[in-house]
Nanobody, 126 residues
């Protein structure tokens, strides 16, 4: 089992920045692909970004390209999401997720991930 705990959410003005963290514990963290998803009220959970265990492969949703950056520190078992130039449409509960393998072909699908955190709320005021 892998336990994931997100932190760093909060209220920010449009144009501002936040950094989310996801601390992992349990079984091996470094050998897993990791991702961020988000879910706004009344909407389905949507893919934000993902990276491989080495960090060498990444994927981003078009809506966040150029503004969000995913990174990880395998020595600290921590995944990060740096969010810049936030927009009101970015407001959601953000979840981190872990796969069973180092990379997943369908990295944008929730079905590719077996472990999920409880989420952290991001609110963006206009």
């Amino acid at each position: 089992q892998v336990q994931l705990v997100e932190s760093g959410g909060g209220l920010v003005q449009a144009g501002g920045s936040l950094q989310l963290s996801c601390a992992a514990s349990g079984r091996t963290f470094g050998a897993r692909a990791m991702a961020w998803f988000r879910q706004a009220p009344g909407k389905e959970r949507e893919f934000v970004c993902a990276n491989s265990w080495s960090g060498g492969s990444t994927g981003y949703a078009d809506s966040v390209k150029g503004r969000f950056t995913i990174s990880r520190d395998n020595t600290r078992n921590t995944l990060y999401l740096q969010m810049n130039n936030l927009k009101p449409d970015d407001a959601a509960v953000y979840y981190c997720a872990a796969a069973r393998t180092a990379w997943v072909k369908e990295y944008g699908s929730t079905k590719s991930y077996d472990y999920w955190g409880q989420g952290t709320q991001v609110t963006v005021s206009s």
